[in-house]
């Protein structure tokens, strides 16, 4: 089984940083899609950045020039800096990934279990 473990968050002032961390641990065959999602309170989950097929970096244009996404393929571990927090980007963050398990021909879905970022005005 594949798990993803989270770490990083917390609570924050306006125009602070926070660095999140997500380590994927399994017998993992390749990775397609790696990154982090969150979902503020009453709202959808939606898409913040990460590493789409191709190895190609994406961010939501809400946090382009802000977030910065990295990752250590040797660890299978992916980075989330944030910086120039603001109150809007309080949500809870997930970690996610599209992988292909090692032996199998298909890929799946895994989610970590969420990390709380809170940004203070």
């Known amino acids: 089984q594949v798990q993803l473990v989270e770490s990083g968050g917390g609570l924050v002032q306006a125009g602070g940083s926070l660095r999140l961390s997500c380590a994927a641990s399994?017998?993992?065959?390749?990775?397609?899609?790696m990154g982090w999602f969150r979902q503020a309170q009453g709202k959808q989950r939606e898409w913040v950045a990460g590493i789409v097929r191709g190895g190609i970096s994406n961010y939501a244009d809400s946090v382009k020039g802000r977030f910065t996404f990295s990752r250590d393929n040797a660890k299978n571990t992916v980075y989330l800096q944030m910086d120039s927090l603001k109150p809007e980007d309080t949500a809870v963050y997930y970690c996610y990934t599209n992988l292909v398990r090692a032996g199998w021909v298909t890929s799946d879905d895994y989610w970590g279990q969420g990390t709380q970022v809170t940004v203070s005005s």
């Open positions: 399994g017998s993992i065959s390749s990775i397609n899609v």
